[in-house]
Every structure is written in structure tokens, then in C-alpha cells.
């Protein structure tokens, strides 16, 4: 369950960041660069289907009752976070999703034991 709650919490980070990085003025912000229109299109289309992934994942965790309540937390907590580190650490808060692999990797080597 654990697992689940983190997967879904890292889907609807890596979806609201990659929405964020859709739009041209957060994409100049962190890159300093214009992106092309295919570009723009890749990271909406990436960030629906995260969020659609943390709703899935979101319902394994805490049922589907509740997790769809929990889903729109995460949302709201993910873009908070986006929200914090974008103006001050825009490079930080793209590279950060590459930690997420690791800890989930650990989380299912500690639980599953």
C-alpha cells in the first residue's frame, strides 16, 4: 500500500511538472530556450497520462472510494511543490523526479522482505 501511495504521489508530480513544462513560459524558465510545438504537445499528452496513472494508482492504494479524494490531494500537493521550487530551483524541480526510481526500488525491497 505504501508502494502504491508513493507511485501515485510520484505520477502526479512527474504530470503536473511535465503540464508545467507544456506551458512556453515555464519551459524558457527552467531551459532558457523556447520549445518547439511537437515538444509542447509531448509534455501535455505526458502529463495527462501521468495524472491518469496517479488516479490509478491512487485507487490501488486507498480504494476507489477514498482514492479519488487522495488523488486530488496529491495533485494539489504536487503542484504546491512545483509551486515552491519552480521559482527558486527550476533545475531542481525537473531533475527531481529522477530520485523517485531509487526510493520506490527500496520501498518494495523493505516491505516486500
Given amino acids: 500500500?505504501?508502494?502504491d501511495y508513493f507511485l501515485a504521489w510520484a505520477?502526479?508530480?512527474?504530470?503536473m511538472?511535465?503540464?508545467?513544462?507544456?506551458?512556453e513560459r515555464h519551459y524558457k524558465q527552467?531551459?532558457?530556450?523556447?520549445?518547439?510545438?511537437?515538444l509542447r504537445r509531448l509534455f501535455r499528452?505526458?502529463?495527462w497520462i501521468s495524472l491518469g496513472l496517479s488516479g490509478y494508482f491512487c485507487g490501488q492504494a486507498w480504494g476507489w472510494g477514498?482514492?479519488?479524494?487522495?488523488?486530488?490531494?496529491l495533485i494539489s500537493l504536487?503542484?504546491?511543490?512545483?509551486?515552491?521550487?519552480?521559482?527558486?530551483?527550476?533545475r531542481l524541480a525537473v531533475w527531481l523526479p529522477l530520485g523517485f526510481v531509487p526510493v520506490?526500488?527500496?520501498?518494495q525491497a523493505f516491505l516486500s522482505a
Avoid: D, E, K, N
Avoid at 505520477?11 to 504530470?15: C, P, R
Avoid at 477514498?66 to 490531494?73: P, Q, Y
Avoid at 520506490?104 to 520501498?107: K, Q
Fill in 66 to 73: 477514498m482514492g479519488a479524494i487522495g488523488w486530488f490531494g
Fill in 17 to 23: 511538472l511535465a503540464l508545467c513544462q507544456g506551458l
Fill in 1 to 3: 500500500m505504501l508502494a
Fill in 11 to 15: 505520477f502526479a508530480y512527474v504530470g
Fill in 104 to 107: 520506490w526500488a527500496a520501498m
Fill in 45 to 47: 499528452v505526458t502529463g
Fill in 30 to 38: 527552467v531551459w532558457h530556450t523556447a520549445p518547439s510545438t511537437r
Fill in 78 to 90: 504536487s503542484g504546491f511543490a512545483l509551486l515552491m521550487l519552480l521559482p527558486y530551483r527550476p
